[in-house]
């Protein structure tokens, strides 16, 4: 009997018939998979119940001052993370918009408490979908940004000289002026 349950459940042995008890088997093991879930999830449920009502056991025990301790401690405690919770929420932003290479409003615009949860921890993926919607800076200026600035760079023509004009015709000279030769003296740079 024990030989046939070992060369049921070993798949290589089986030849071409062995990709279904593959898939069989995959299938097994699925299902064990699913039921340790079921079971641990069951498990963290009890524990869930049996610590909380150990809580309310403990809370009903408790002499008037130990409840007056044990809420200025939960006060204090909400305090802390709801002061250090901002600043670790600004960091986060920053961090993930250094990543994403954009640029973030000025913290005084940004209300850094709704990335705070009531526990104090930094809810990330929602920082994350801030950080998604703001633009990206754009790498080229749209425009043209030299205009109206004057002369930039030479204009790439050579420029005559006083001397250069007391030699040409005045047919070479306005035939200089149309191509530009003339610009540097006209201005008064030359």
Known sequence: MSETNNTASNPTDEGP????????????????????????????KRWNEASAELSKFQ???????EKAIEEARNQARSAALAEYGTR?????????AAKAGVNLPSAEFLNLNKFVGDDGAVN????GNFVSTLPKPVADPEFDQGLGLGRQAGAGVD???RDDLSRMTPQEINAARK????????????
Request: hydrophobic residues 40%; without cysteine.
């Open 17 to 44: 018939a062995g990709a279904d008890s593959g898939t069989a088997s995959v299938e097994s093991l699925q299902a064990e998979v699913d039921k340790w879930k079921s079971l641990s999830r069951t498990n963290e």
């Open 59 to 65: 809370q009903s025990q408790m002499t008037d001052a």
């Open 88 to 96: 670790l929420a600004d960091a986060e932003l920053r961090a993930q």
């Open 124 to 127: 990330a993926e929602l920082i």
């Open 159 to 161: 420029q005559l000289s």
């Open 179 to 190: 191509a530009g030769k003339l610009d540097s003296l006209m201005r008064g740079e030359i």
